[in-house]
Structures are given as structure tokens and as C-alpha cells.
């Protein structure tokens, strides 16, 4: 209905996905994130938008808890962070504060995930930098990250120290505020506070009022529950005899009953109501308003044109909007009862000299049509090209995606064990696949952590020439180009699959026997490490990149031709206590002595060729990021290990495949000597 005057028909054409992210603690947060919401949906078609607070649904009944811990953290953060904006990061003390809410981080991290949404719009703060921990090191944001500010001019730092590509600012004020700090001026966008479209349509309805002789001044009366209402304004207001009084007390029965009686004297003059949707009507009709300093409040009154006195101001962001109104000149602030009469009297008096000073002040700063206007910014940076927000960064592949088929996932489905596999080989060393044919063969499958561990071995060894020569291991003038192939394919498979990638090596210590023998994967290496190094450097090296140094295939293998490798575990004492993990299960084999020895363990499918896929893998109860991945491990809690069928894959999924990967079903059930072949592993 509002869109013919706004003009916003025809900005886009293609499907996108908003996703709004609230909390419900005060301050007009909720106000925001639905005005938001209702003006995209006025606006275009073909749009979904969805309006989430993640921290209630997280922490439900324990949400007052977290409420306190966010309030104590806002209310701290201007000591905390002071001007030093430039120097925080993620190591600073409101991330690492945030960090400890892993649920919530999991949650938004499984939500952007499976919704791939093309804008996420904050309207609380302490989202930015759960994103940026989300998004921290290798993985690569796809959605705008955009900040709807709602305090005004005392705008707390927390807002824009964890960088936006946009923020909307409810006035010129508060964009100065983020200049200040050091944001471009070009990400801030000062299109007023977004209230309700309905405020728009009522703007251009609705007859503002105006002081005629003889008519009554309506006056609203906001009263918070738990601060009480004043008895004493209430009469006072109502011995007036020019003013009607509206009082609007919120959901409270028992408060409602009692304002009712109180001012029942006054017959028509004085109305009562409890909770009430018509607050932009009132709003809308009244000369004035008398409330507390919540931002939502006063930005409606502001957007109804509608002049305030405010009567309490809660200490902190309440601060910045009662110093709004005072610099805007739209209303004045009351310090006592006596002041809010006072106030009242001198705006009428003098042929309402004070008040009309308050209305065309109101008049001049209303912004009924704020949240279309933000709305209608987002969705022309949305448009065009395609949402991508970082300079330099891969190009889409998703701009032709296809439209509306991806809906929002019910939201509290249980959490699922993490798939994962950390022994793989790809076309760089023994592997039948390459890096990206794997990333492509584990995402359908829907693993969740993949590591590839292409076999290195020491050049100067004769056994380790060899190898290099027959092509089984990789030659070292490859491993940059491995590197740079896994980092390139991380962002691939975590934008397409959600699938964590790793880059990682198994070392080929071979000696002359099985007892000289031994293999030791690294998990999450960041760069090379030369395999000449003796064993225990090796180990030490791997952890001083923060990767996992794990045995592998350290037991007897019965299931394969493979020579065993016994030199770990034949020196458990030595390496027990260096070693993030043992292989308890290593392809078909599974080596229960690690089990009763109570060692670390992992499983994993060393996995050559396609139907290696079928075989023991790890289970892992934590969030999806390598960090995590890594501490369950080393921690060795809350995991467990599976025996991988294909049923896990939908029929769908394994419909697509490529013919590379459809191995004929009879294969896997011919005796597994005759296909392995003797070098494997
Ligand atoms: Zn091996
Ligand atoms: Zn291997």
C-alpha cells in the first residue's frame, strides 16, 4: 500500500533472504527488528524476511540470566573499550565474553549455514561479534552484515567495533558519534529510527493536531509498570479542565483497574487503557506525551509527530535519547512531578507559544518512513551484482541460485554429532580423487569436517625415495601448491557444504621393519613442515601450529596388505603422553588395545579411493569450527566413532553424482584383497 509512494517497485527482481536479529532487552531492539521486518514486506515482493531472537530462543528460562550479563556488558563496555577502538579485536574482552556463549554461537552458525541469507541485519550488537568469530580466519562471509543502530547519540562503542558493511543511524547526531570513532561516512546511513510503516500510512492519513480555542489538549500518558504512576500527576493533569487524558499502562490488569478508578471522576476526559495496539494512533492524535526515555518510545513519538516531556530517564542509553529530544528541541524533560505539571502548564500557556516551538521542531526531525527508507537502502546494496560485501574476495557462485525452494529450517531441530574424517589422500599423493573431487565426495555426503593428509616422506631415506619416485608420496616441490589448493577449497566447501576443510599431512616414517615403522598424520596444519624432522619433532612442530599430531594405523591391520606400523605404539611410553590422538579405527580395522589402553582415539577412514568411504569415522558432540573440532579431540569428550553407510546420503544427493564417483555396487562386496592395493595408507 505505502510501496506506489515510496517507489521501491522494480528494485529487485530476484528471491532474497533477510534474516533480523533481535534480543528483547528494552530499548526498542524488538521495535526495530518487526518495523524492519513489516517494511521489507511492504516493499518487494519475492523477499524473505524472518525476525529472530536467537539469545531467548538459546537460553529460554535462563535468558534473564544472559540479560543481565548483556546489560552488564553494555553498561561496562564504555570503560572497557573507551577510545581504543582501533586496537580491539577478537582477543579483547567483549569477544572473549561472547565466546563463552557457545550456544548461541553454534545456533547462528547452523542458521546462516543451512538459510544462506543474503543480508543479516543486527539490531542488538552483541551479534556482530558472534558473526565475526563465525566468520574469523579462513571462511568467507556470503551476506551483507548490516547494523541498525537504536540508541541515539550516546552510541555505545559496542555497536562499531566489530565492523558492519552498513549502519543506520537514527539521526545526523549519531552518524557523527560513528565518524568519530572512525567509520567511513559511506557506511552510515542516517535515515531516522525504524518504527512501524503504520506511522508512515498515518502521516499521510492521520490530521496532525492543532491548538484550536476551546478544544481540548489530548495528552498521553505512557505509565511503565513497576515505576508506579503518579497519583499526584494524574489528578493534577486532570484538574485541567482543558485536558483529555489518555493513560496506557501496558498488559497489567490489576495497574489498569486502579488508573480506572483513580480517574473515573473525570468521565469522558480520562481513558484507560491496558495493553493496546493502537499506540501509533494515539501517538498520532495526542499534543503531547508524557513517558520514560525508551528509545522505541520516543522514536514513535518522533515518527507521530507527537511532542514529549520525559518524565524518568534510566540511567545509560535511556541518556542519549532524553539528550535527543533536548537537542532536537521536540519536548522537554521533567526532573519531578511537580516539573512534569509545570511543563505542561507553560507548553499551553501564551497561546501554546512552547508547544508549537516542540511541534514544528517534532515536524521538521519526524521520520515516519524510516524503516522503508532502510529498507529500501538494503535492498538496492542487495541488488545488482549480487551480494557480495568484501572486496577481492571469491566470486559468487550463488547469484543464480535457485529462489524460494530454500526456506528457514525450524530452528530447534536437536543438534546432530559432527561427521568427521581425518585421514585422507587426494591425487597429490596416492589418492584417486582430487582435492576438489573429494570436497565434492565428502560434502555430498554431508560431512561436516574433512582433513586431507596427502603422504609425505623424508627424501633422503632410500624407502622414502622410492616412494617419491613410484608417485605414493608427494614430492615436495608440490606441497605449496597443496597448500594453496586446500586453502582455495576451504571457502568452497564451506560456502557449498558447510563442511570445515583442513589441510594436513601424514608423514611416512618407514623403516626396514614394522617395528621401525611409523605413520603420524598432522590435523590442521597451516603450512608445511619438512619430513625429515625425527619423530618427536615433528610431533612438536605439528602442535606448534595448534594442529593435532595422531597415530596412524598404529596397531596390527588385520583387513588390509598394508605393512603395519608398530613403532608408536611399540613406544607408547615415549609418545603417550606427546599425542593428541591414536587411530582406534583406521579404515576396516579396529585396534581395541587403544581402547583399553584408555588413549585418545579418532577414527578415520584413510581413504584412497571412493569405496574407502565406506568405514570408520569420528563422531564429534561440538561447534563446527576447527578450534572446536581440535579441543574435543584433545579433550577426548563427547565423542564417538561410526561405521559410514551411504543411507546417510539422501537418494537425491547420490542421484547427482558424478559417474566418477557411482563405484559399481558389486565392488565393495568382492573379497577387499583382491582391490586394495599394497601401498595404500
Ligand atoms: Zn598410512
Ligand atoms: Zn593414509
Redesign the pocket.
Known amino acids: 500500500m505505502v510501496t506506489s509512494v515510496i517507489g521501491l517497485e522494480g528494485v529487485l527482481g530476484l528471491m532474497r533472504k533477510i534474516l533480523i536479529l533481535t534480543a528483547g532487552f528494552g530499548n526498542g531492539h524488538n521495535a526495530a527488528a518487526f518495523s524492519l521486518r513489516d517494511a521489507f514486506l511492504d516493499s518487494v515482493q519475492d523477499t524473505q524476511v524472518e525476525v529472530l531472537d536467537l539469545i531467548k530462543l538459546c537460553y529460554g528460562a535462563r535468558c534473564e540470566l544472559v540479560k543481565r550479563i548483556f546489560l552488564a556488558i553494555v553498561n561496562h563496555t564504555p570503560r572497557l573499550w573507551g577510545c581504543a577502538y582501533r586496537a580491539m579485536d577478537q582477543t579483547s574482552i567483549m569477544a572473549r565474553l561472547l565466546r563463552r556463549l557457545h550456544k548461541l554461537r553454534q545456533e547462528l552458525f547452523r542458521i546462516l549455514v543451512t538459510t544462506e541469507p543474503d543480508a543479516v541485519i543486527s539490531t542488538y550488537p552483541a551479534y556482530n561479534y558472534i558473526i565475526d568469530q563465525i566468520y574469523e580466519s579462513y571462511r568467507e562471509r556470503r551476506f551483507h552484515k548490516i547494523t541498525v543502530v537504536t540508541d541515539s547519540i550516546s552510541v555505545n562503542s559496542i555497536w562499531h567495533a566489530s565492523p558492519s558493511d552498513y549502519y543506520f543511524v537514527p539521526n545526523d547526531l549519531s552518524a557523527k558519534v560513528l565518524h568519530d570513532a572512525g567509520v567511513p561516512p559511506a557506511k552510515v546511513f542516517a535515515c531516522g529510527f525504524p518504527v512501524s510503516p503504520w506511522f508512515y500510512e498515518l502521516a499521510q492519513t492521520q490530521a496532525t493536531p492543532v491548538i484550536t480555542h476551546g478544544e481540548p489538549k489530548r495528552i498521553l500518558y505512557v505509565v511503565q509498570h513497576g515505576n508506579g504512576a503518579s497519583s499526584q500527576v494524574i489528578e493534577k493533569l486532570l484538574a485541567m479542565p482543558e485536558i483529555e487524558l489518555t493513560i496506557v499502562c501496558g498488559p497489567h490488569p490489576k495497574l489498569e483497574r486502579n488508573l480506572a478508578r483513580r480517574s473515573a471522576h473525570a468521565g469522558k476526559r480520562a481513558r484507560v487503557f491496558g495493553w493496546t495496539d493502537r499506540m501509533p494512533e494515539l501517538l498520532a492524535t495526542s499534543h503531547l506525551v508524557i513517558t520514560k526515555a525508551g528509545g522505541a518510545m520516543v522514536q514513535e513519538a518522533l515518527a507521530a509527530r507527537c511532542p514529549l516531556i520525559i518524565n524518568r530517564i534510566i540511567p545509560g542509553q535511556e541518556a542519549g535519547n532524553a539528550a535527543l529530544i533536548a537537542a532536537l528541541g521536540v519536548g522537554a524533560i521533567a526532573t519531578s512531578d511537580d516539573d512534569v505539571i509545570a511543563l505542561v502548564r507553560n507548553a499551553f500557556d501564551d497561546d501554546a507559544k512552547l508547544w508549537h516551538f516542540w511541534k514544528s521542531a517534532v515536524t521538521r526531525h519526524s521520520q515516519p518512513d524510516a524503516a522503508l527508507r532502510i529498507a529500501r537502502v538494503i535492498l538496492e546494496k542487495m541488488g545488482g551484482a549480487g551480494p557480495n560485501p568484501q572486496p577481492g574476495s571469491a566470486s559468487r557462485e550463488t547469484s543464480t541460485r535457485p529462489s524460494a525452494a530454500v526456506s528457514f529450517p525450524a530452528i530447534l531441530e536437536p543438534r546432530k554429532p559432527l561427521l568427521c574424517d581425518f585421514?585422507t589422500h587426494t591425487t597429490f599423493s596416492d589418492g584417486k580423487l582430487t582435492v576438489r573431487e573429494l570436497v565434492d565426495f565428502y560434502g555430498q555426503r554431508r560431512f561436516d569436517c574433512l582433513c586431507i593428509t596427502d603422504?609425505v616422506a623424508e627424501q633422503s631415506s632410500l624407502i622414502g625415495r622410492v616412494a617419491n619416485l613410484s608417485g605414493l608420496t608427494m614430492h615436495w616441490n608440490r606441497i605449496e601448491e597443496y597448500f594453496d589448493t586446500i586453502a582455495r577449497e576451504k571457502q568452497r566447501a564451506w560456502a557449498k557444504y558447510g563442511m570445515v576443510l583442513m589441510a594436513g599431512l601424514?608423514f611416512?616414517k618407514d623403516g626396514i621393519s614394522k617395528h621401525s615403522s611409523a605413520?603420524l598424520?598432522a590435523v590442521d596444519l597451516h603450512t608445511p613442515i619438512r619430513p625429515e624432522a625425527h619423530l618427536k619433532l615433528l610431533v612438536r612442530t605439528i602442535q606448534q601450529q595448534h594442529g593435532l599430531a595422531v597415530a596412524?594405523?598404529p596397531h596390527v591391520m588385520k583387513g588390509r596388505w598394508?605393512r603395519d606400523?608398530l613403532y608408536l605404539w611399540e613406544h607408547q611410553d615415549e609418545f603417550a603422553g606427546l599425542l593428541d590422538a591414536w587411530e582406534i579405527a583406521?579404515r576396516d580395522d579396529i585396534f581395541n588395545p587403544v581402547g583399553l589402553q584408555r588413549l585418545p582415539y579418532i577414527a578415520n577412514s584413510?581413504f584412497h579411493k571412493p569405496k574407502h568411504i565406506y568405514s570408520w569415522k569420528t563422531l564429534l558432540n561440538c561447534e563446527k569450527h576447527p578450534d572446536a573440532i581440535k579441543q574435543c579431540i584433545r579433550d577426548n569428550r563427547d565423542i564417538a566413532i561410526t561405521l559410514f553407510r551411504d543411507g546417510d546420503a539422501p537418494a537425491a544427493l547420490r542421484a547427482q553424482e558424478p559417474a566418477i564417483f557411482a563405484e559399481p555396487a558389486s565392488a565393495f562386496h568382492l573379497d577387499r584383497g583382491q582391490l586394495q592395493l599394497p601401498f595404500?595408507?
Open positions: 585421514h603422504h601424514e611416512n605413520h598424520l596412524a594405523h598394508d606400523t583406521n584413510d595404500a595408507a
